[in-house]
């Protein structure tokens, strides 16, 4: 045992070696080609005197970074993350001149600005040699990672694994978000996807296909995986007249709100109440630990952790002049994709300039290593249910197309998160089941713009007599990106019907979008619009709606037939008497008809749910948002996301069953995460009961499945 422990030490001293000659080399080297970087006096030194000032100034760089960087970082928590990560460069250029200044007769001198530059490949140099020398060695590799965790977490897990016996198995849960099951299915098959493609080929995990309700989008998906309801959820976006507000899915301030409903709906603080982490999601699932999560950016002070999730990863200089070099290259290689698209007239196509290719990088690039980074410290620490969520397809998807190039680069870089996810997993305290699943699909197609001249907004105002605007605007894009770069600036968007609505605009029609989802509200009538009323208002709105080429179908509420399904040429059919395959949904697909009832129930539908045309032959939707892949209603890929399970685990569904809508998802995650501790065990009245009166305890009793 002794032995093991010096060959340790041996070793790691060996490795910190190793880094600081690299770091050594690397500031002799920089010294030479930057003219504002010195290391000898103005009278000159010799070679040898030269050497020994930059690997003093290499030791004292490294032991600042290791002494004074953590603090630096958790003393900025509180400001946005991607201004914690620009001061990032210029906190280690002040740690580069301190180390300067700390070497003996000033021969160590750089401008500031350059220090910065100095620093960050420096840092690049240290991560680069300490990770290929670590990688060499499985323990080595371990105490590397082992950085990320929380050290007093996994004393916890330890003592209770010392005293209940072997720690039973955790689960983690990785949402490759838009990835629907055709996507996977392709992937995995033409090798984008190697890890994903081993996985079913040994027969480890399987794939499951599951269907979304109507609102096929990551608000509805996930609030209803991770807290059990999805209730009155009726798209990405809607108005409600009873508040006269706007909700958003990933407008902090929303998602909060729809949080709080979730739970109070159930009465139960969602999937991961019990030693859970949240990473990267719109929602908490009830998780204690949480980073880059939607519904508690909005809060303020001591109580929101969700940047403290941002520590374990900025602790180390090195992971933010990765990510930046990354960052900037994702970029660079976005304005080259869309350039290319431009000259090869590619369609169908959307606009990919201004912004757009930073947004893109923070998904593909900031996002992601954020949230592998946090799900990395989760298995060191030991925690028993992890839940992340990587949008990094979902954005590209949106503006490149579900498939191509573009996307099949970023399924591989997924694919190697899940790689790395796995690898660690071995060296974790406790063994991990590895669960991989989807929100919703994408659909391609052109937007309903692009086709016709005008917006889904505009050809509403026409059938109510409003004027038209000659030039349409742009509308939101639903990505989930674009809401966590916003929330990371703590720059909050208003929707163009909320500025009308504050200017007084009451009498004039709310039209929102979420993908090829369309709805209209009017509101100066505090109750849901009977279709007789709105024939009386405005008698040529319905006709044009449902008579457009582009338009697949109407919901509205009839005060004789109630709930009806309005298609071209006067098609009109209660849901009550609707079947798959008939009507206006007949090329819609299986459930559709259940999808659209479901809606019809939510107290804040709105009063014409419009859903765009389908093809079922390609495939394609039109998008009322700027989206060439777009997802939110029915017909497509959309719908049809997936759930890839270790084998280890019960099916998700008995044979020949169907997987339908994320509550029944969150019920098969909450068997998922019981089947680990044990049978459950009734017990006397003095525990939690059941909803049937039985008490129980599932072993060990710290994992008790508290939603049963």
Not at 283 to 288: L, P, T, V
Not at 313 to 327: E, G, K, Q
Not at 540 to 553: C, D, E, R, S, V
Request: charged share 20%; with cysteine; proline share 6%.
């Amino acid at each position: 045992m002794a032995a093991g422990r010096w060959r340790r030490v041996a070793s790691t001293a060996w490795r910190s070696l190793t880094v600081w000659a690299a770091g050594t080399l690397t500031m002799l080297i920089l010294a030479g080609l930057l003219p504002d970087f010195q290391l000898q006096s103005d009278s000159g030194d010799s070679a040898t005197r030269v050497a020994t000032t930059a690997g003093l100034g290499a030791g004292a760089f490294a032991i600042l970074s290791a002494l004074v960087w953590p603090v630096l970082v958790r003393a900025l928590l509180l400001v946005p993350a991607l201004v914690l990560g620009v001061a990032v460069f210029f906190l280690n250029g002040a740690v580069l001149l301190f180390a300067l200044y700390l070497i003996p007769d000033g021969r160590g001198e750089v401008s500031p600005e350059t220090a910065v530059v100095v620093a960050a490949v420096m840092s690049a140099v240290a991560s680069a040699t300490g990770g290929a020398l670590a990688v060499r060695d499985d323990d080595a590799y371990r105490r590397r990672l082992y950085r990320l965790a929380d050290r007093r977490r996994r004393r916890a897990v330890e003592g209770v694994a010392a005293e209940a016996g072997p720690p039973a198995p955790g689960t983690v849960f990785i949402q490759l978000d838009g990835v629907g099951h055709e996507a996977l299915l392709r992937a995995a098959r033409s090798g984008v996807m190697p890890t994903v493609g081993a996985w079913l080929r040994d027969g480890g995990h399987r794939l499951t296909p599951w269907r979304t309700d109507w609102s096929s989008q990551t608000g509805a998906s996930q609030l209803g995986i991770l807290h059990g309801s999805n209730h009155d959820i009726p798209a990405f976006r809607w108005y409600e007249k009873d508040t006269g507000e706007i909700q958003v899915s990933n407008r902090p301030t929303s998602a909060a709100e729809l949080q709080r409903r979730a739970v109070e709906h159930t009465g139960d603080g969602g999937l991961l109440t019990v030693d859970g982490a949240s990473r990267g999601n719109l929602f908490s699932g009830g998780a204690e630990e949480v980073a880059l999560v939607l519904s508690v950016a909005a809060r303020r002070g001591k109580e929101n952790r969700s940047r403290a999730g941002y520590f374990a990863y900025f602790s180390d200089p090195a992971n933010a002049v990765r990510t930046a070099l990354s960052f900037f290259a994702d970029a660079g290689r976005e304005i080259g994709q869309s350039t290319r698209a431009r000259l090869r007239r590619q369609r169908p196509r959307i606009g990919r300039g201004g912004l757009y290719p930073f947004v893109r990088a923070f998904a593909t690039v900031v996002e992601r290593d954020v949230v592998v980074a946090a799900v990395i410290g989760d298995l060191l620490a030991g925690r028993s249910a992890v839940y992340a969520d990587l949008v990094a397809y979902d954005e590209v998807a949106h503006h490149s197309g579900p498939f191509g190039r573009d996307t099949d680069k970023v399924l591989a870089r997924l694919d190697r998160s899940l790689a790395l996810i796995e690898k660690v997993a071995e060296h974790a305290p406790r063994p991990y089941r590895i669960v991989v699943l989807s929100d919703h699909g994408q659909s391609p197609g052109e937007t309903f713009h692009a086709r016709y001249g005008l917006t889904l907004q505009d050809l509403v105002r026409a059938g109510c007599g409003l004027p038209v605007p000659r030039k349409a605007r742009r509308t939101h894009s639903g990505a989930e990106a674009r809401a966590a770069v916003r929330a990371a600036l703590r720059r909050p968007v208003e929707e163009p019907a909320e500025a009308s609505a504050r200017k007084g605009k009451h009498h004039e029609p709310i039209v929102l979008a979420s993908g090829n989802l369309g709805l209209v509200s009017f509101p100066d009538v505090p109750h849901r619009m009977s279709k007789e009323e709105i024939d009386t208002r405005h008698p040529a709105l319905l006709p044009t709606l449902a008579n457009h080429p582009g338009i697949g179908f109407l919901l509205v509420r009839s005060e004789q037939h109630g709930a009806v399904v309005l298609g071209a040429r006067g098609a009109q059919v209660p849901i009550d008497d609707l079947a798959d395959g008939q009507g206006p949904l007949a090329d819609f697909g299986p459930g559709a008809a259940d999808a659209v009832r479901r809606t019809d129930s939510f107290p804040h539908t709105a009063d014409i749910m419009v859903n765009s045309w389908y093809d079922p032959v390609d495939g394609e939707v039109l998008a009322f948002e700027e989206q060439i892949g777009s997802h939110g209603g029915l017909g497509g890929a959309q719908s049809r996301p997936f759930l890839l399970s270790p084998a280890a685990l019960s099916e998700p569904v008995p044979d020949g069953g169907e997987l339908v809508g994320a509550e029944q998802v969150h019920r098969v995650l909450r068997r998922w995460l019981r089947e680990g501790f044990g049978p459950q065990i009734p017990l006397e009245n003095s525990l939690p009961q059941t909803s049937d009166g039985a008490s129980f305890v599932v072993a060990p009793p710290d994992m008790q499945d508290e939603s049963a």
